[in-house]
């Protein structure tokens, strides 16, 4: 049977009947693995596999874990995983997402809420977290400086153009 067709026999939910989100915005996983390889491996697998319209996979923020990374959490069953290298995306693939399997020896059990561990990191590493800040003010730039492009192309002109039917 194959992966999309095994795949279906499992209830659909929402859009998507699974939603990956895999840490590789936040502050600190990055140091603790390859989060673009991560995220990356996971997005070809769900996209060979013909399941992309069945499984999304987004790339998030920090998710309150830092410490523990990096860290993948898998929708609707919420199963958190820690420590994930690109090594364990395949198990990850083959046994949670196509066969409902959870990896247990990834499997993250911590407390509900915020469990981040920090004070560990080498002090660059910290210097992250303002860079982050600085990228989103960039980012937040970006959009108002097109918003006032579209909305300065948007305005009525003075002198609208003539159209030769108006002649
Ligand atoms: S940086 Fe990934 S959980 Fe905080």
Not at 100 to 120: A, D, F, I, M
Request: charged share 20%; glycine share 6%; with cysteine.
């Amino acid at each position: 049977m194959s992966p999309a067709a095994l795949f279906g026999m499992m209830r659909p939910m929402s859009q998507y009947e699974k939603h990956v989100f895999v840490c590789t915005h936040g502050p600190y996983c990055w140091y603790d693995g390859d989060v673009d390889a991560i995220f990356s491996t996971l997005k070809r697998l769900v996209s060979r596999n013909g399941l992309k319209d069945r499984i999304r996979v987004n790339r998030s923020g920090c998710l309150n874990q830092c410490g523990h990374g990096p860290m993948v959490v898998i929708y609707p069953e919420a199963v958190w995983y820690h420590l994930v290298q690109v090594d364990d995306v395949e198990e990850i693939f083959q046994a949670h997402l196509l066969n409902g399997q959870v990896v247990e020896r990834l499997r993250y059990n911590s407390p509900p809420g915020n469990n981040k561990t920090t004070g560990h990191y080498p002090s660059p590493v910290h210097r992250m977290k303002q860079m982050e800040q600085q990228l989103d003010q960039e980012r937040q730039a970006a959009r108002d400086a097109l918003r006032a492009e579209i909305a300065s192309d948007a305005a009525p002109t003075a002198d609208p153009p003539t159209s030769p039917l108006d002649a």
